[in-house]
């Protein structure tokens, strides 16, 4: 595995674990076994670094709803939209998930201005962005308020399926999703 590859996969393990903020550059250096020196050829702060393990983070997730879409387009508009709770079921389901890494990176600043917390929120819409892609395709009149409603509803899931941890909010947030893409495509009609 390349030096930069060994830190951003650091990065991704602790700052799942232990939050952004709280992990200091010589833990990630000690994880990834590489040196201080090595680091700054590959970053120009650990801010950066933090940066990019947020944006890795927000691209594998684009690619795992996209996987879960491909060959979809045949599928209905309820069914293309539940694919994206597929996708964070798998997460959920990986013993070394603990959370949507780009929640935790946008609440744990409260500073409005801090990179980390732009990058988050810039993947964040990124996925917003994507639900409204999926709205569109679907039929769905309004599908930028769509996103923003689904969006709320992925957003409660992840959090309150890390906080209990069973199905029943998954049960209970597909349930709802549901209602909202047929009232959205009742609404379109």
């Not at 079921?89 to 409260?110: H, K, M, P, W, Y």
């Not at 309004?142 to 923003?148: C, D, G, T, V």
């Not at 597909?174 to 009232?183: C, D, F, H, P, S």
Request: hydrophobic share 40%; glycine share 6%.
């Amino acid at each position: 595995m390349a030096t930069r590859e060994k830190l951003i996969q650091a990065g991704l393990n602790l700052f799942h674990r232990h939050g952004i903020h709280l992990v200091g550059l010589d833990r990630v250096l000690r994880k990834a076994g590489v040196t201080k020196t090595t680091f700054y050829n590959y970053f120009e702060s650990k801010e950066h670094f933090a940066c990019a393990v947020i944006d890795r983070f927000g691209e594998e997730l684009h690619s795992r709803i996209y996987y879960r879409l491909e060959g979809a387009h045949e599928a209905s508009a309820e069914q293309r939209l539940l694919r994206v709770f597929d996708a964070w079921d798998e997460l959920f389901d990986n013993d070394s998930f603990r959370g949507c890494l780009l929640v935790g990176a946008s609440v744990a600043c409260g500073d409005k201005h801090d990179p980390t917390r732009k990058a988050a929120i810039r993947n964040k819409r990124a996925l917003l962005d994507l639900y409204e892609e999926i709205a569109r395709q679907s039929g769905i009149s309004n599908p930028a308020q769509f996103a923003i409603r689904f969006g709320v509803l992925v957003d409660g899931l992840l959090v309150a399926r890390h906080l209990y941890g069973d199905q029943r909010e998954v049960k209970e947030a597909r349930k709802m999703a549901v209602e909202m893409i047929a009232n959205a495509l009742k609404d379109s009609q």
